[in-house]
């Protein structure tokens, strides 16, 4: 089975690794596509995220789906196309028992070496998985697009973090991937107004594709003062709390869900107390992923993320081009080497070719807010 395998700093090898053995309850999945996340990139370049350092090799990736191969249960059809939950947590601590199993801190999470032995990740040709983590797909959702459920999860918890945005003006600030679907996912919920920022232009495009019905060029646009009821700060730039902070409403919500740097990060407390905002943290998700999966049914637009997929032979290729902060968008792992295109660009971005670059001339497409001095 080829499997894409971090050893160190800089060291990712496709190599051979056995077929793994279903133990019971468990169903072998035939892994179909892999997201890249920006943790997966932490791994191939630094060999840690935050704390979490690697003390043996690492298959990566916890953004994957694929088809039923085999349920020694017989409940799954082979071929039943499935979404797998990357988390086991515990089940017996305070948070599990209060219903936040995803800041369990005994969660075993697909691809991460946050426990030891790591838990080995799905960017491989197959996973053994308990049966009770696995998501059947709803009709008519293609596995290329379910491959979001796990980060649009990530977004739809820090929706709910913030206590809903329905009939809200809300900010995103950062359209990374996890940014442009969370903009997405607030245009669903029923948020009046959604915004999106970025220090980059194409990241931008991204999102108002993705939903977003406003964009804001960070440096060169300005946020409105006191606007936002709700800021999803999802870039992690340490200069970003303190950028945000004078356009959030009184009484606003400001939900991080960018990973702060792990050195101290300047928050001026003084709107926060003037203001009453509040200052929530979101990790991961808790029972989110059934919901994520349904918004990608319901709708394509999401599908927007999605710009660069690679065969899993080429996952070097791939991690480089994820590292581009040249290239907007998700960058997907084709793991059943079926595709043999070669960092073919996919989904709708396909179509739309270098209007991607007009976008950004044509003043009559473009939405961005040019606000007054
Ligand atoms: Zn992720
Ligand atoms: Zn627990």
Known sequence: MRTAVVHAAGDLRVEERPAPVPQPGDVLVAMTHGGICGSDLHYYREGAVGSFT????????????????EDPEGRLRPGTPVAIHPGTSCGSCQECREGHPQVCRHTRYLGSAATFPHTQGGFTGQLAVPSGRLHVLPAGL????????EPLAVALHALNRAGGVAGARVLVNGAGPIGALTAGAAVAWGAEEVWASDVREP??????????????????????????????????APSAPAAVMGAIRRRGVM??????????????????????????????FEHELGNALAMLASSDRLEAVVTRSFPLRDAVEAMETA??????????????????????????VEHEGPAQTAAGTDSTTRTTRRAAP
């Open 203 to 236: 990241q931008l495009r991204i999102a108002e594709r993705a939903g977003a019905g406003t964009t804001v060029l960070v440096g060169e646009d300005t946020l409105p003062d006191e606007h936002f009821d709700v800021v999803v700060e999802a870039s992690g």
């Open 142 to 149: 293609p596995l290329s697009r379910a491959v979001l459920a």
């Open 54 to 69: 690697i003390r043996e090799p690492l298959a990566l990736g916890h953004e994957v789906v694929g088809k039923v191969a």
């Open 255 to 284: 939900v991080q869900l960018g990973a702060a740097p792990a050195e101290p990060v300047r928050v001026p407390f003084g709107p926060v107390v003037a203001k009453e905002i509040e200052l929530r943290g979101t990790f991961r």
């Open 323 to 348: 590292a581009d902060p040249a290239v907007p968008g998700k960058v997907v792992l084709l793991l059943d080497g079926e595709d043999t295109s070669h960092g073919a660009a996919c989904g709708t």
